[in-house]
């Protein structure tokens, strides 16, 4: 464990910490999750606090709580208050540190003091070293300094076969930056890097509440932009419903008394649809594919020659963000990575080359092809009945639960055949069948539109796919549960093995647990050993081998196999 290097991230709105271990790189947990809120505060008896606890204080008491520092760094006559006194850039984020590495030593059981810090790539020389002497008033030794794109492309195993041209697109919480980077035999070049260091979700949460607020303010003439107390409970609410429509088409908003009139307690109540956020934050997206244009365009890479788009940071999982690059570069862009860890985990890989130890995949769990249903559409400028929506994408993560609502062809059509299907192919019956619903009895519309279905999927890690139709106007809902356990695939980045190869080895892992104590229990242990050695440079040769000594053991020893 000593010679353990920490790979940190250090973000304007949150900070991760990542180890490898056992050649596998992992978040390790801080203040009771992966993510530390980077706001440092200090409470009402003088106490400092960092993470959560500041991030909860930050409404109501402004003065004593600092956040979004990164954006301070390098500023030498920059001093953020706090309470009485006052501090440097380098000494705010020297406590995030600080409490990352301390997260990380108690959770490791040693004292972990080496770290490789991940910094944006367009940090000039002096926000660099600001980063360096926060690493160090934080009692830490930073072997290297990484760009966050980097460790990106690093996390996605970009870095193992030949030249590789990646875009990076990462839309955190208060900055958003695009960067062209060129990976050759482990040697990266950021050939050009744009964005907007105002940008955020921040921006998208501040739309939500002044909508919330606009229409509080109509139905009650109250102003609770003028109450800190309130707003703070009105601007957590907007980023909980945020986060909701990424995976829904609707997200309920409801705050109890949360200002009182004349005595008189009065509620917040409201509904956003995904279509009216996404119309909100539409022109801010549309500076973000600007900025991309203009990346390509400096680092005189044209988006046909991308190999691969890599979407991260907290905010790309809006549906439309992902839309919006899909179309703009027609290119699928890769998010199986849980994106707000990906710059954290490449942190660690590197690390972990600097230390020297063998690094092999980060294994997800993901849905191999997309699952849909068919639907009345146009496709190809042609009404068809036949056109393939999918609700959950392709190599998604899982456990994963999305919902999206469909209209009925008529108004007075009571019953819709939900039709589940799974595939690549914009035409559904094209796809393979997995299974159908009928759902009866849709009540009515009082204004006579048409009837909506909200059709939910839910697939859990044990790769059953939980099909819900809900009659959005009375909430009645139906379900059906389908059995797809070879559905579920492991996605492998980052490994120094090819890709068969590691979906092997997780395989290969995923048996341990059964066979400890049996005979057979050795023989599984020395062919994960000798994984890492055929990754390294035996060669084809000792590859082929071991992929048929590894698909032998499975064969015989697991059923599902
Ligand atoms: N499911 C989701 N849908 C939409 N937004 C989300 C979702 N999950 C997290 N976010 C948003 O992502 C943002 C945080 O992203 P992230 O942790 O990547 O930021 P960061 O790296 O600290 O910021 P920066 O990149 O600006 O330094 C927050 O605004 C949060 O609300
Ligand atoms: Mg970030």
């Not at 849909?372 to 036949?386: F, K, Q, V, Y």
């Not at 008529?410 to 035409?427: C, F, I, L, R, W």
Request: glycine content about 8%; aromatic content about 4%; some cysteine.
């Amino acid at each position: 464990m000593a010679d353990v290097i920490l790979g940190i991230d250090l973000g304007t709105t949150n900070s991760l910490v990542a180890v490898v271990e056992a050649g596998r790189p992992r978040v390790l947990t801080v203040d009771g999750g992966p993510l530390l809120p980077s706001v440092v505060g200090i409470d009402e008896q003088g106490q400092r606090l960092v993470g959560h606890a500041a991030r909860n204080q930050y409404v109501a008491a402004p003065e004593r709580t600092v956040r979004s520092i990164k954006r301070q760094m390098g500023k030498s006559d920059y001093r953020a208050p706090l309470g009485e006194a006052s501090y440097t850039p380098e000494e705010i984020s020297s406590w995030i540190l600080r409490r990352l590495a301390e997260a990380a030593s108690a959770e490791l059981g040693a004292d972990v003091r080496r770290a490789v810090i991940t910094i944006p790539a367009y940090f000039s020389d002096r926000q660099r070293q600001a980063t360096l002497r926060a690493g160090e008033l934080a009692g830490l030794e930073v072997v290297r300094l990484l760009h966050e794109p980097t460790a990106a492309a690093l996390v996605y195993g970009l870095q193992r076969s030949d030249a590789e041209t990646t875009l990076v697109y990462d839309l955190g919480g208060g900055t958003f930056d695009v960067s062209v980077v060129e990976l050759d035999q482990g040697i990266t070049e950021v050939r050009a890097s744009h964005g907007n260091r105002e940008l955020g979700g921040d921006d998208f949460d501040a739309l939500i509440v002044e909508y919330l607020a606009q229409q509080f303010e109509r139905q009650h003439h109250v102003d609770l932009r003028t109450d800190r107390l309130a707003m703070s409970r009105v601007v957590r609410a907007a980023e909980a419903a945020k986060i909701r429509l990424s995976d829904h088409p609707y997200a309920e908003i409801r705050e109890e008394f949360l200002v009182t009139q004349g005595g008189k307690p009065l509620h917040l109540e409201a509904e956003l649809s995904r279509e009216r956020f996404e119309e909100m934050i539409e022109p801010l997206l549309a500076g973000t594919v600007e900025s991309v244009r203009r990346a390509l365009k400096e680092s005189g890479v044209d988006a046909r020659a991308l190999d691969e788009v890599l979407l991260v940071g907290g905010s790309t999982r809006i549906p439309r963000v992902r839309e919006l690059i899909a179309e703009e570069l027609r290119h699928d862009p890769r998010q199986d990575l849980d994106p707000d860890e990906a710059v954290a985990l490449g942190a660690a890989v590197q690390a972990a080359v600097i230390a020297g130890h063998g690094v092999d995949a980060v294994l997800v769990d993901v849905c191999p092809h997309s699952l849909g249903i068919r639907t009345l559409g146009i496709r190809a400028g042609d009404e068809s009945d036949d056109v393939f929506v999918p609700i959950i994408r392709r190599n998604t993560a899982i456990p994963v639960s999305r919902s999206e609502r469909f209209y009925t062809v008529h108004p007075d059509q009571d019953t819709v055949a939900v039709k589940v299907y799974q595939g690549e192919e914009p035409t559904a019956t094209r796809n393979t069948h997995l299974g159908e619903l009928m759902f009866r009895d849709l009540a009515e519309d009082p204004d006579g539109g048409l009837r909506e279905v909200l059709v939910a999927f839910d697939y859990d890690i044990n790769g059953i796919l939980h099909v819900a139709a809900v009659d959005r106007r009375t909430g009645r809902r139906e379900e059906m549960h389908l059995h797809t356990a070879a559905l579920t695939e492991v996605a492998a980045s980052g490994s120094s093995l090819p890709p068969e190869a590691a979906a092997l080895l997780a395989k290969l892992r995923a048996l341990q647990p059964r066979l400890a104590g049996s005979p057979d229990a050795a023989g599984l242990d020395q062919l994960i050993a000798q994984a890492e050695t055929v990754g390294g440079g035996s060669g084809a040769e000792g590859l082929a081998a071991w992929q048929e000594a590894a698909g032998g053991f499975l064969f015989e020893h697991s059923p599902e196999y």
